[in-house]
Protein backbone atom coordinates (compact mmCIF):
# COMPACT_ATOMS: atom_id res chain seq x y z
CA UNK A 1 0.00 0.00 0.00
CA UNK A 2 1.64 3.23 -1.18
CA UNK A 3 1.26 6.50 0.51
CA UNK A 4 -0.22 9.96 -0.04
CA UNK A 5 2.84 11.56 -1.41
CA UNK A 6 2.56 15.63 -1.31
CA UNK A 7 2.79 16.73 -5.62
CA UNK A 8 1.49 20.53 -4.92
CA UNK A 9 0.99 23.23 -2.52
CA UNK A 10 -1.32 25.79 -2.46
CA UNK A 11 1.17 28.39 -0.58
CA UNK A 12 -0.99 30.54 1.43
CA UNK A 13 -3.07 27.03 2.44
CA UNK A 14 -2.89 25.08 6.23
CA UNK A 15 -0.55 22.67 4.64
CA UNK A 16 2.29 24.76 3.66
CA UNK A 17 1.60 26.93 6.47
CA UNK A 18 2.12 23.81 9.02
CA UNK A 19 5.15 23.31 7.11
CA UNK A 20 4.54 19.86 5.11
CA UNK A 21 6.46 20.86 1.60
CA UNK A 22 6.57 18.72 -2.08
CA UNK A 23 7.47 15.04 -1.25
CA UNK A 24 6.33 14.44 1.30
CA UNK A 25 4.85 11.04 2.07
CA UNK A 26 1.31 11.12 4.41
CA UNK A 27 1.76 8.32 6.52
CA UNK A 28 -1.76 9.10 8.63
CA UNK A 29 -4.38 11.47 9.08
CA UNK A 30 -5.71 11.71 13.39
CA UNK A 31 -4.19 7.74 13.33
CA UNK A 32 -5.96 6.57 9.96
CA UNK A 33 -3.41 5.41 7.13
CA UNK A 34 -6.05 6.50 4.23
CA UNK A 35 -6.69 3.70 1.17
CA UNK A 36 -7.75 6.22 -1.14
CA UNK A 37 -8.88 9.67 -1.71
CA UNK A 38 -11.98 9.64 -0.57
CA UNK A 39 -11.12 8.75 2.97
CA UNK A 40 -8.58 10.85 2.57
CA UNK A 41 -10.88 13.34 1.95
CA UNK A 42 -13.40 12.85 5.15
CA UNK A 43 -9.88 12.39 7.76
CA UNK A 44 -8.89 16.18 6.30
CA UNK A 45 -12.37 17.62 6.81
CA UNK A 46 -11.84 17.66 10.43
CA UNK A 47 -10.74 20.91 12.12
CA UNK A 48 -7.87 19.55 13.73
CA UNK A 49 -5.57 17.03 11.39
CA UNK A 50 -2.60 15.33 13.42
CA UNK A 51 -0.40 14.13 9.96
CA UNK A 52 2.19 11.87 10.46
CA UNK A 53 4.69 12.78 7.64
CA UNK A 54 7.49 10.85 6.22
CA UNK A 55 10.31 13.19 4.94
CA UNK A 56 12.98 11.41 3.16
CA UNK A 57 12.82 8.86 5.70
CA UNK A 58 12.50 11.20 8.56
CA UNK A 59 9.50 10.94 10.86
CA UNK A 60 7.53 13.49 12.38
CA UNK A 61 4.41 14.56 12.97
CA UNK A 62 2.18 18.24 12.55
CA UNK A 63 -0.40 19.07 13.73
CA UNK A 64 -2.60 21.41 11.59
CA UNK A 65 -5.48 23.80 13.36
CA UNK A 66 -8.33 25.01 10.33
CA UNK A 67 -11.81 25.49 9.48
CA UNK A 68 -14.37 22.39 9.85
CA UNK A 69 -14.46 21.31 6.10
CA UNK A 70 -11.46 23.11 4.74
CA UNK A 71 -9.44 21.57 2.55
CA UNK A 72 -5.56 20.66 3.26
CA UNK A 73 -4.47 22.68 0.33
CA UNK A 74 -2.67 20.37 -0.92
CA UNK A 75 -2.38 17.90 -3.96
CA UNK A 76 -1.59 13.99 -3.40
CA UNK A 77 -0.09 11.75 -6.30
CA UNK A 78 -2.88 9.46 -7.24
CA UNK A 79 -6.61 8.61 -6.62
CA UNK A 80 -5.75 5.23 -4.86
CA UNK A 81 -3.26 4.73 -2.04
CA UNK A 82 -3.86 0.68 -2.40
CA UNK A 83 -4.25 -1.49 -5.28
CA UNK A 84 -6.45 -0.71 -7.95
CA UNK A 85 -9.53 -2.95 -8.17
CA UNK A 86 -8.30 -4.86 -11.67
CA UNK A 87 -10.73 -6.29 -14.09
CA UNK A 88 -10.68 -9.95 -14.60
CA UNK A 89 -13.19 -9.95 -17.50
CA UNK A 90 -11.72 -10.74 -21.00
CA UNK A 91 -14.16 -8.50 -23.37
CA UNK A 92 -12.88 -9.49 -26.73
CA UNK A 93 -13.92 -5.38 -27.24
CA UNK A 94 -11.66 -3.72 -24.27
CA UNK A 95 -9.87 -0.93 -26.12
CA UNK A 96 -6.64 -2.34 -23.52
CA UNK A 97 -6.24 -5.13 -25.92
CA UNK A 98 -6.37 -3.33 -29.25
CA UNK A 99 -3.37 -0.56 -28.01
CA UNK A 100 0.17 -1.13 -29.48
CA UNK A 101 3.47 -2.57 -27.97
CA UNK A 102 5.50 -0.22 -26.42
CA UNK A 103 3.54 2.70 -24.35
CA UNK A 104 3.82 3.22 -20.96
CA UNK A 105 3.13 0.45 -18.41
CA UNK A 106 0.05 2.26 -16.61
CA UNK A 107 -1.80 3.03 -19.76
CA UNK A 108 -2.19 -1.56 -20.11
CA UNK A 109 -3.86 -1.42 -16.79
CA UNK A 110 -7.47 -2.48 -17.14
CA UNK A 111 -9.57 -1.47 -13.98
CA UNK A 112 -13.17 -2.68 -12.67
CA UNK A 113 -12.90 -0.49 -9.61
CA UNK A 114 -16.05 1.17 -8.56
CA UNK A 115 -14.17 3.74 -7.02
CA UNK A 116 -12.58 5.03 -10.20
CA UNK A 117 -15.89 4.81 -11.52
CA UNK A 118 -17.17 7.14 -8.67
CA UNK A 119 -13.69 9.63 -9.01
CA UNK A 120 -13.42 9.79 -13.35
CA UNK A 121 -16.46 8.44 -14.58
CA UNK A 122 -14.89 4.83 -15.68
CA UNK A 123 -17.79 2.31 -16.70
CA UNK A 124 -17.25 -0.82 -13.96
CA UNK A 125 -18.87 -4.14 -14.90
CA UNK A 126 -19.16 -4.91 -10.82
CA UNK A 127 -18.75 -8.74 -11.35
CA UNK A 128 -16.06 -7.68 -8.71
CA UNK A 129 -18.50 -5.77 -6.32
CA UNK A 130 -18.75 -6.98 -3.19
CA UNK A 131 -20.93 -6.75 0.02
CA UNK A 132 -18.44 -4.18 1.63
CA UNK A 133 -18.45 -2.57 -1.30
CA UNK A 134 -21.67 -1.73 -1.47
CA UNK A 135 -21.46 -0.64 1.92
CA UNK A 136 -19.02 1.91 1.51
CA UNK A 137 -20.95 3.71 -1.33
CA UNK A 138 -24.20 3.37 0.39
CA UNK A 139 -22.46 4.64 3.53
CA UNK A 140 -20.48 7.15 1.99
CA UNK A 141 -22.56 8.34 -0.74
CA UNK A 142 -20.67 7.39 -3.19
CA UNK A 143 -22.99 8.54 -6.70
CA UNK A 144 -23.36 8.83 -9.09
CA UNK A 145 -21.41 5.16 -10.41
CA UNK A 146 -21.25 4.17 -14.25
CA UNK A 147 -21.78 1.06 -15.13
CA UNK A 148 -21.19 -1.24 -18.34
CA UNK A 149 -24.62 -3.07 -18.90
CA UNK A 150 -23.68 -4.35 -22.85
CA UNK A 151 -27.17 -6.77 -22.48
CA UNK A 152 -29.42 -7.51 -20.13
CA UNK A 153 -29.82 -10.74 -20.99
CA UNK A 154 -27.46 -13.20 -18.14
CA UNK A 155 -25.94 -15.41 -21.00
CA UNK A 156 -25.13 -12.99 -23.72
CA UNK A 157 -23.66 -10.35 -21.06
CA UNK A 158 -21.52 -13.17 -19.30
CA UNK A 159 -20.36 -14.39 -23.08
CA UNK A 160 -19.28 -10.83 -24.17
CA UNK A 161 -17.52 -10.37 -20.58
CA UNK A 162 -16.02 -13.86 -21.22
CA UNK A 163 -16.83 -14.19 -17.03
CA UNK A 164 -19.66 -16.19 -15.80
CA UNK A 165 -20.14 -13.17 -13.18
CA UNK A 166 -21.19 -11.53 -16.05
CA UNK A 167 -24.81 -13.65 -15.67
CA UNK A 168 -25.06 -12.69 -11.95
CA UNK A 169 -23.16 -9.32 -11.30
CA UNK A 170 -26.37 -7.32 -12.59
CA UNK A 171 -28.05 -7.72 -9.06
CA UNK A 172 -25.58 -5.20 -7.88
CA UNK A 173 -27.42 -2.73 -10.32
CA UNK A 174 -30.33 -3.78 -8.84
CA UNK A 175 -29.55 -3.07 -5.26
CA UNK A 176 -27.47 -0.29 -6.05
CA UNK A 177 -30.73 1.51 -7.87
CA UNK A 178 -33.25 0.50 -4.95
CA UNK A 179 -30.86 2.00 -2.67
CA UNK A 180 -31.60 5.24 -4.51
CA UNK A 181 -27.91 5.47 -6.13
CA UNK A 182 -27.16 7.50 -9.13
CA UNK A 183 -26.34 5.37 -11.84
CA UNK A 184 -25.60 5.87 -15.70
CA UNK A 185 -25.07 2.84 -17.69
CA UNK A 186 -23.37 2.06 -21.05
CA UNK A 187 -23.68 -0.45 -23.88
CA UNK A 188 -20.89 -1.07 -25.99
CA UNK A 189 -22.67 -2.60 -29.70
CA UNK A 190 -20.96 -5.21 -31.29
CA UNK A 191 -21.98 -5.64 -34.74
CA UNK A 192 -24.02 -9.13 -34.57
CA UNK A 193 -22.98 -9.82 -31.28
CA UNK A 194 -25.38 -7.54 -28.92
CA UNK A 195 -26.74 -5.39 -31.75
CA UNK A 196 -30.22 -5.79 -33.71
CA UNK A 197 -33.07 -7.89 -31.76
CA UNK A 198 -30.51 -7.89 -28.79
CA UNK A 199 -30.16 -4.13 -28.59
CA UNK A 200 -33.93 -4.17 -28.22
CA UNK A 201 -33.83 -6.86 -25.27
CA UNK A 202 -31.83 -4.81 -23.85
CA UNK A 203 -33.70 -1.98 -24.00
CA UNK A 204 -36.29 -3.89 -22.65
CA UNK A 205 -34.63 -4.91 -20.17
CA UNK A 206 -33.49 -1.93 -18.78
CA UNK A 207 -37.08 -0.92 -19.24
CA UNK A 208 -38.57 -4.23 -16.81
CA UNK A 209 -35.75 -3.93 -14.72
CA UNK A 210 -33.44 -1.23 -14.49
CA UNK A 211 -36.15 1.99 -14.88
CA UNK A 212 -34.63 3.97 -12.26
CA UNK A 213 -30.87 4.22 -14.33
CA UNK A 214 -30.45 8.01 -14.87
CA UNK A 215 -29.33 7.62 -18.74
CA UNK A 216 -27.85 5.11 -20.78
CA UNK A 217 -25.82 5.59 -23.73
CA UNK A 218 -25.51 3.76 -27.07
CA UNK A 219 -21.83 3.81 -28.35
CA UNK A 220 -20.44 2.12 -31.09
CA UNK A 221 -17.10 -0.34 -30.57
CA UNK A 222 -14.03 0.86 -31.83
CA UNK A 223 -11.47 -1.19 -33.52
CA UNK A 224 -7.97 -0.29 -33.58
CA UNK A 225 -5.56 -1.90 -36.37
CA UNK A 226 -3.88 -3.73 -33.36
CA UNK A 227 -6.95 -5.07 -32.28
CA UNK A 228 -6.34 -8.95 -32.19
CA UNK A 229 -8.51 -11.14 -34.88
CA UNK A 230 -11.55 -12.40 -34.03
CA UNK A 231 -15.27 -11.71 -34.95
CA UNK A 232 -15.71 -7.74 -34.36
CA UNK A 233 -15.67 -5.00 -36.35
CA UNK A 234 -16.64 -1.44 -36.90
CA UNK A 235 -19.99 -0.48 -38.01
CA UNK A 236 -21.11 -0.15 -41.42
CA UNK A 237 -23.74 3.00 -42.17
CA UNK A 238 -26.45 0.66 -42.80
CA UNK A 239 -26.14 -0.89 -39.05
CA UNK A 240 -25.08 2.60 -37.98
CA UNK A 241 -28.83 3.72 -39.09
CA UNK A 242 -30.22 0.58 -37.55
CA UNK A 243 -28.80 1.64 -34.22
CA UNK A 244 -30.56 5.11 -34.60
CA UNK A 245 -34.09 3.64 -35.34
CA UNK A 246 -34.36 1.49 -32.81
CA UNK A 247 -32.92 3.84 -30.34
CA UNK A 248 -35.68 6.62 -31.26
CA UNK A 249 -38.01 3.98 -31.28
CA UNK A 250 -37.41 3.03 -27.32
CA UNK A 251 -37.15 6.77 -26.70
CA UNK A 252 -40.66 7.32 -27.09
CA UNK A 253 -41.29 4.01 -25.39
CA UNK A 254 -39.38 5.22 -22.56
CA UNK A 255 -40.86 8.51 -23.00
CA UNK A 256 -44.65 6.89 -22.84
CA UNK A 257 -43.70 4.81 -19.56
CA UNK A 258 -40.83 7.27 -17.28
CA UNK A 259 -41.16 10.84 -18.91
CA UNK A 260 -37.80 10.66 -19.85
CA UNK A 261 -35.98 9.41 -22.90
CA UNK A 262 -33.25 7.46 -20.92
CA UNK A 263 -31.46 5.83 -23.91
CA UNK A 264 -28.85 7.91 -26.15
CA UNK A 265 -27.04 6.98 -29.04
CA UNK A 266 -23.04 8.28 -29.15
CA UNK A 267 -22.61 11.38 -31.65
CA UNK A 268 -20.72 9.20 -33.86
CA UNK A 269 -23.64 6.92 -34.46
CA UNK A 270 -25.06 10.25 -36.62
CA UNK A 271 -21.54 10.76 -38.20
CA UNK A 272 -21.71 7.38 -39.35
CA UNK A 273 -24.95 7.16 -40.64
CA UNK A 274 -24.73 10.90 -42.27
CA UNK A 275 -27.45 12.16 -40.08
CA UNK A 276 -27.71 15.58 -38.58
CA UNK A 277 -27.58 15.47 -34.78
CA UNK A 278 -30.25 16.12 -32.71
CA UNK A 279 -31.36 19.44 -30.99
CA UNK A 280 -30.00 20.33 -27.62
CA UNK A 281 -33.73 19.47 -25.92
CA UNK A 282 -33.23 16.19 -27.34
CA UNK A 283 -30.27 14.91 -24.81
CA UNK A 284 -32.33 16.32 -21.67
CA UNK A 285 -29.50 18.32 -20.06
CA UNK A 286 -26.14 16.42 -21.32
CA UNK A 287 -26.26 14.02 -18.99
CA UNK A 288 -24.04 11.69 -20.83
CA UNK A 289 -22.16 14.28 -22.75
CA UNK A 290 -18.62 12.65 -20.91
CA UNK A 291 -19.57 9.28 -22.88
CA UNK A 292 -19.51 11.15 -26.35
CA UNK A 293 -23.49 11.39 -26.26
CA UNK A 294 -24.53 15.19 -27.51
CA UNK A 295 -20.76 16.60 -27.53
CA UNK A 296 -21.14 17.99 -31.09
CA UNK A 297 -24.32 19.92 -30.14
CA UNK A 298 -22.95 20.79 -27.02
CA UNK A 299 -19.96 22.55 -28.34
CA UNK A 300 -21.99 23.72 -30.80
CA UNK A 301 -24.06 25.53 -28.48
CA UNK A 302 -21.18 26.94 -26.45
CA UNK A 303 -19.66 28.16 -29.87
CA UNK A 304 -22.70 29.67 -31.06
CA UNK A 305 -23.45 31.57 -27.46
CA UNK A 306 -26.66 29.85 -26.75
CA UNK A 307 -25.10 28.02 -23.68
CA UNK A 308 -22.45 30.69 -21.36
CA UNK A 309 -21.19 27.59 -19.21
CA UNK A 310 -18.55 25.34 -20.72
CA UNK A 311 -18.82 21.97 -20.11
CA UNK A 312 -15.62 21.09 -21.06
CA UNK A 313 -14.60 17.29 -21.25
CA UNK A 314 -12.37 14.35 -19.14
CA UNK A 315 -9.29 14.39 -20.96
CA UNK A 316 -9.83 10.69 -22.59
CA UNK A 317 -9.99 7.06 -21.57
CA UNK A 318 -6.99 7.08 -19.84
CA UNK A 319 -7.97 10.54 -18.05
CA UNK A 320 -7.47 8.41 -14.65
CA UNK A 321 -4.23 6.79 -15.13
CA UNK A 322 -1.80 9.81 -14.73
CA UNK A 323 -4.08 13.28 -16.12
CA UNK A 324 -6.49 13.75 -13.97
CA UNK A 325 -6.30 15.72 -10.20
CA UNK A 326 -6.55 12.71 -7.62
CA UNK A 327 -9.92 14.11 -6.12
CA UNK A 328 -11.76 13.19 -9.19
CA UNK A 329 -12.77 14.92 -12.39
CA UNK A 330 -15.14 16.60 -10.87
CA UNK A 331 -13.32 18.53 -8.50
CA UNK A 332 -12.93 22.20 -8.71
CA UNK A 333 -9.52 22.58 -10.21
CA UNK A 334 -7.43 25.55 -8.29
CA UNK A 335 -4.45 25.84 -9.90
CA UNK A 336 -2.56 23.84 -7.05
CA UNK A 337 0.31 22.13 -9.36
CA UNK A 338 -1.05 23.05 -12.52
CA UNK A 339 1.48 23.56 -15.14
CA UNK A 340 3.09 27.33 -15.35
CA UNK A 341 2.70 28.93 -18.91
CA UNK A 342 5.83 28.76 -20.68
CA UNK A 343 7.50 31.96 -21.82
CA UNK A 344 10.47 32.85 -25.02
CA UNK A 345 9.93 30.78 -28.08
CA UNK A 346 8.09 27.76 -26.51
CA UNK A 347 5.27 29.92 -25.48
CA UNK A 348 1.94 28.66 -26.21
CA UNK A 349 3.57 24.71 -25.25
CA UNK A 350 2.67 24.48 -21.71
CA UNK A 351 0.30 21.81 -21.48
CA UNK A 352 -4.00 22.29 -20.31
CA UNK A 353 -2.84 26.47 -20.96
CA UNK A 354 -5.14 28.46 -23.04
CA UNK A 355 -2.99 31.41 -24.29
CA UNK A 356 -2.78 33.32 -27.20
CA UNK A 357 0.22 33.31 -29.76
CA UNK A 358 -0.88 36.61 -31.72
CA UNK A 359 0.76 35.08 -34.72
CA UNK A 360 0.64 36.65 -38.08
CA UNK A 361 -0.12 33.32 -40.39
CA UNK A 362 -3.48 31.85 -40.95
CA UNK A 363 -4.98 29.79 -38.36
CA UNK A 364 -5.61 26.21 -38.16
CA UNK A 365 -7.88 24.14 -35.77
CA UNK A 366 -5.86 20.35 -35.61
CA UNK A 367 -8.75 17.82 -34.78
CA UNK A 368 -9.61 14.11 -35.33
CA UNK A 369 -11.49 13.22 -38.35
CA UNK A 370 -14.94 13.09 -36.49
CA UNK A 371 -14.29 16.34 -34.99
CA UNK A 372 -13.66 17.59 -38.49
CA UNK A 373 -16.74 16.49 -39.60
CA UNK A 374 -18.88 18.75 -37.22
CA UNK A 375 -15.93 21.92 -36.72
CA UNK A 376 -15.88 22.18 -40.53
CA UNK A 377 -19.59 22.93 -41.46
CA UNK A 378 -19.50 25.54 -37.95
CA UNK A 379 -16.82 27.05 -38.73
CA UNK A 380 -18.08 27.82 -42.02
CA UNK A 381 -21.81 28.91 -40.84
CA UNK A 382 -19.98 31.14 -38.94
CA UNK A 383 -18.05 33.34 -40.86
CA UNK A 384 -14.35 32.02 -39.73
CA UNK A 385 -13.52 31.73 -43.24
CA UNK A 386 -10.09 32.24 -42.40
CA UNK A 387 -9.61 29.40 -40.27
CA UNK A 388 -8.67 25.89 -41.64
CA UNK A 389 -9.75 22.60 -39.80
CA UNK A 390 -6.29 20.22 -40.13
CA UNK A 391 -7.78 17.08 -39.65
CA UNK A 392 -4.97 14.63 -37.94
CA UNK A 393 -5.59 10.68 -39.25
CA UNK A 394 -5.22 8.54 -36.22
CA UNK A 395 -2.50 6.30 -37.79
CA UNK A 396 -1.16 5.33 -34.33
CA UNK A 397 -4.31 3.52 -33.69
CA UNK A 398 -5.48 2.99 -36.98
CA UNK A 399 -9.31 1.24 -37.72
CA UNK A 400 -12.18 3.53 -36.95
CA UNK A 401 -10.47 5.53 -34.24
CA UNK A 402 -10.86 8.96 -34.69
CA UNK A 403 -11.81 10.96 -32.05
CA UNK A 404 -9.55 13.88 -31.17
CA UNK A 405 -9.21 12.43 -27.29
CA UNK A 406 -6.63 10.13 -29.18
CA UNK A 407 -4.47 12.43 -31.19
CA UNK A 408 -0.73 11.35 -30.13
CA UNK A 409 1.80 13.34 -31.09
CA UNK A 410 3.20 11.04 -33.98
CA UNK A 411 0.53 11.88 -35.93
CA UNK A 412 0.22 15.37 -34.99
CA UNK A 413 4.17 15.42 -36.00
CA UNK A 414 3.16 14.48 -39.20
CA UNK A 415 0.31 16.41 -39.85
CA UNK A 416 2.37 19.53 -38.88
CA UNK A 417 5.72 19.04 -40.68
CA UNK A 418 3.63 19.93 -44.04
CA UNK A 419 2.59 23.40 -42.40
CA UNK A 420 4.26 26.98 -42.51
CA UNK A 421 6.07 27.39 -39.84
CA UNK A 422 4.45 30.64 -39.01
CA UNK A 423 1.06 29.91 -39.01
CA UNK A 424 -0.98 29.75 -35.67
CA UNK A 425 -2.41 26.01 -34.83
CA UNK A 426 -5.28 25.15 -31.85
CA UNK A 427 -5.41 22.11 -30.04
CA UNK A 428 -7.57 21.26 -27.83
CA UNK A 429 -5.92 19.68 -24.53
CA UNK A 430 -8.95 16.69 -24.29
CA UNK A 431 -5.70 14.73 -25.93
CA UNK A 432 -2.97 15.89 -23.52
CA UNK A 433 -2.52 14.40 -20.17
CA UNK A 434 0.10 15.74 -17.60
CA UNK A 435 1.50 17.58 -20.93
CA UNK A 436 1.34 13.99 -23.00
CA UNK A 437 0.10 12.41 -25.23
CA UNK A 438 -0.62 9.20 -25.26
CA UNK A 439 2.47 7.68 -27.20
CA UNK A 440 4.36 9.51 -24.74
CA UNK A 441 5.56 12.82 -26.56
CA UNK A 442 4.75 16.10 -25.54
CA UNK A 443 3.99 19.48 -27.34
CA UNK A 444 7.49 20.32 -27.45
CA UNK A 445 8.49 17.51 -29.29
CA UNK A 446 6.22 18.44 -32.29
CA UNK A 447 7.78 20.33 -35.21
CA UNK A 448 5.35 23.69 -34.66
CA UNK A 449 4.22 25.46 -31.56
CA UNK A 450 0.99 25.01 -30.74
CA UNK A 451 -1.69 26.37 -28.50
CA UNK A 452 -3.56 24.61 -26.22
CA UNK A 453 -7.47 25.56 -25.74
CA UNK A 454 -9.56 24.22 -23.24
CA UNK A 455 -12.21 21.56 -25.44
CA UNK A 456 -15.13 23.67 -24.78
CA UNK A 457 -16.69 26.19 -27.61
CA UNK A 458 -16.80 29.05 -25.02
CA UNK A 459 -12.76 28.26 -25.34
CA UNK A 460 -12.37 27.92 -29.00
CA UNK A 461 -14.14 31.12 -29.62
CA UNK A 462 -12.40 33.18 -27.52
CA UNK A 463 -8.71 32.34 -28.77
CA UNK A 464 -10.24 32.51 -32.25
CA UNK A 465 -11.43 36.16 -31.83
CA UNK A 466 -8.09 36.63 -30.17
CA UNK A 467 -6.25 37.05 -33.59
Not at 59 to 84: M, N, T, Y
Not at 108 to 125: A, I, P
Not at 322 to 342: L, S
Not at 428 to 441: E, H, K, Q, Y
Amino acid sequence: MARPRVVALEPSGPAALAGLAVGDELISLNGVAPRDVLEYRTLVDEPLVEVEVDRGGLHFSVEIDKVAGAPLGLEVHSALFDQVRTCDNHCEFCFIYQLPAGMRSSLYLKDDDYRLSFLYGNFTTLTRFTEADFERVISEGLSPLFVSIHATDGDLRAEMLRNRRGATSLRWLRLLLAAGVAVYGQVVVCPEVNDGLWLEDTFCGVLESYSELRGLCVVPLGVSRHAPAGRLRPHTAAEAEAVLDATDAWQRTFRSALGRRMVFAADEYYLLAGREMPPAEHYEGFDMHEDGVGIARNFLEEFTGRSTEPTGVQPGFFAWVEGAPAAGYRAPRTGCGAPAAATGPDRGRAAGTAVSLRRRGATAVLTGEMGAAVLGPMLEAAGYDDVRVLTVENRFFGGNIGVSGLMVGADLARVLAAEPPDGRYLLPDVCLSNGRFLDGLTTADLPRAVEVVETDGIALRRALDAR
